[in-house]
């Protein structure tokens, strides 16, 4: 197996040929700086490893969903299978004689449905209750919690809307699925696309899935989210972007994702700090690294120059230049 394997060029001392390695993870030169606690880039591989299996699940379940749906669409112009002496009927998919083919088919069409998610022939008078069965938002909401996505698909197959399931505090199967962390139960949801609207649904508590995902830490429900066109600058109804609760909680790893998608840099909390100060607050250094390296060319600050007093100016004449710092250049600037 492939091991990626992080050097610092910096350092003169090398093990020699016949040294111990250590194990991955640790810094295996003697000097000051940090451990480094796991390989990031293996973990990139992996997460998008999982997130590329979900999705090609559910292409290949919508592919069967579409095939029926055509099948279901051609009707009874070519009848599939039987003999010389028989025909299938599109409707039941019986085997009829050719001599009663025709009156077999009309009879059965008029008395009978066939559903195609369940494949099977059910009476007209039973469709209304099997309808309201299979499209129920109640089963849809239950199969979520429980992780049932056999039944969720069959649901989803039936005609239920997902975008409409809501629960008592205004929950929708994404905030099901950034709860718990579940990226295949995501991957259900979403199908084939979803809507701005959806995306950016708020809860009762005044989040979005989205902001669900950063505070939880789930990386993977998080970067599928943003794939699907999340905004990744919605607030919180208490004014917070998702880059600010990413630097409070400490999640780099999303930070990085939303900084890829372009989160504003400049997002501010309720009382006007910036991410790298709601991230200097709590400790977290690896957001205050992550904001310096991969924000150093975006959003740069406006930081005033104090006037010099070796020209003789007093604080009274023209205003002081300002400078164009980057977030690269100081990264402890708030």
Do not use: Y
Request: proline content about 6%.
């Amino acid at each position: 197996a492939q091991v990626c394997v992080m050097a610092d060029t910096s350092l003169e001392r090398r093990p020699s040929r016949n040294a111990v390695l250590p194990t991955l993870g640790e810094w295996p030169f003697p000097c000051s700086k940090p451990a480094v606690p796991k390989c990031i880039c293996c973990d990139g591989l992996r997460l998008e490893n999982q997130l590329l299996r979900a999705r090609i699940r559910e292409l290949e379940v919508a592919n069967k969903e579409l095939t029926s749906r055509l099948e279901s669409d051609e009707g009874p112009v070519s009848p599939l299978g039987g003999s010389w002496e028989t025909q299938t009927c599109p409707n039941c998919a019986r085997e009829v004689p050719v001599a009663n083919f025709d009156a077999h088919t009309m009879h059965c069409e008029r008395h009978f449905f066939r559903c195609l998610p369940c494949n099977s022939v059910i009476a007209h008078q039973a469709k209304a209750e099997h309808l309201a069965h299979w499209t129920d938002p109640l089963r849809a909401w239950q199969a979520a919690e429980d992780g049932d996505l056999e039944l969720l698909r069959t649901l989803r197959a039936h005609g239920t809307v997902l975008e409409s399931v809501l629960s008592s505090s205004r929950d929708t199967l994404l905030h099901v699925a950034a709860r718990k962390g579940s990226a295949e139960l995501l991957a259900v949801a979403l199908g084939h696309a979803a809507s701005r609207s959806w995306l950016s649904a708020l809860n009762n508590e005044g989040n979005s899935a989205l902001h669900l995902a950063v505070v939880s830490g789930f990386e993977a429900v998080g970067v599928l989210l943003l794939e699907s066109r999340a905004d990744p600058d919605q607030k919180t109804s208490s004014g917070e972007a998702p880059i600010i609760l990413a630097c409070r909680h400490g999640e780099v790893s999303l930070l990085r994702r939303l900084i890829e998608a372009d989160a504003c840099l400049d997002a501010r909390t309720a009382l006007g700090d910036s991410a790298l100060q709601a991230a200097q607050s709590r400790g977290h250094l690896e957001c205050v690294l992550a904001l310096s390296q991969m924000g150093g060319g975006r959003n740069r600050l406006q930081i005033p120059r104090p006037p010099s007093n070796r020209s003789g100016m007093s604080g009274t004449g023209s205003p002081p230049p300002t400078a164009q710092v980057s977030r690269r250049a100081s990264p402890l600037q708030g």
